[in-house]
């Protein structure tokens, strides 16, 4: 079952707007991370955020967590063609070995 | 893609056919897991490895099974491939489960016919 949903599912922006991602969890976590997937590639991981941070930054990259609402945003500011992807939240609950991915936002951004 | 390679990268077989992926790392990473990708569904976790010849269930297990006799190999064996099995599998690795990071290989694309 899948613990993260990212909203929204899709998302089309011009380059140098903002674009803003949320995923919603259901069950307490030790932390959790945000991966991108170009089209026909694998993951690349680009942020990890645990259950006591409430805020980190990555270059264009900034991440929040509230764990009283059992959610985090990715907002990626100054967007670039180059960042069009599928964007997926993942989740890590406290003693597992496992990540439980959501099912993405894609990100469309028009040059 | 972090020292991981997946082999085959395409597939095409039979139903009934028995089906090995393989999946490498040069990393000496601890864990290693096998994820399967279909629209609308996200990735999913087949099975993972915290250690050699130690595996464990994911969540969609039934009808694959894994072996991992070195650290740098950890091999998925679909035993006898239906079609909806058909599906990109993603291997990965983490130094420490999911308290860190993963890096994913290139992923394998499985036709089952």
């Known amino acids: 079952s899948q613990q993260g949903e990212e909203d929204p599912q899709a998302l089309s922006i011009q380059e140098g707007e903002n674009a803003t991602m949320n995923c919603s969890y259901k069950t307490s976590i030790n ?4 991966y991108r997937q170009n089209s026909g590639r694998g993951l690349v991981h680009l942020i990890l955020i645990r259950s ?6 990555s270059g264009r990259l900034r991440v929040t967590l509230d764990t009283s609402k059992k959610s985090s945003s990715l907002l990626i500011t100054a ?3 180059a960042d069009t992807a599928s964007y997926f939240c993942a989740t890590a609950s406290y003693n597992t070995d496992k990540l439980i991915f959501g099912t993405g936002t894609r ?3 028009f040059p | 893609d972090a020292g991981i390679t997946q082999s085959p990268r395409h597939k095409v077989t039979e139903t009934g056919t028995p089906v090995t992926l393989r999946c490498h790392q040069t990393e000496n990473h601890r864990y290693m897991y096998w994820y399967r990708q279909d629209p609308g569904h996200g990735l999913r976790l087949i099975h993972y490895s915290y250690g050699v010849k130690d595996t464990d269930k994911g969540e969609v297990s039934d009808g694959y099974s894994v072996s991992r006799s070195k ?3 950890f091999l998925l064996t679909l035993e006898s491939a239906t079609s909806s099995q058909t599906s990109v599998y993603f291997c990965a690795i983490s130094v420490a489960g999911g308290e860190e990071t993963q890096y994913f290989g290139p992923g394998t694309r499985l036709l089952v016919l």
């Open chain 1, 79 to 81: 967007s670039r063609a």
């Open chain 2, 71 to 73: 650290t740098e190999d």
């Open chain 1, 107 to 109: 990100l469309q951004v």
């Open chain 1, 31 to 34: 932390n959790l991370q945000w």
């Open chain 1, 52 to 57: 006591n941070e409430r805020e980190k930054h």
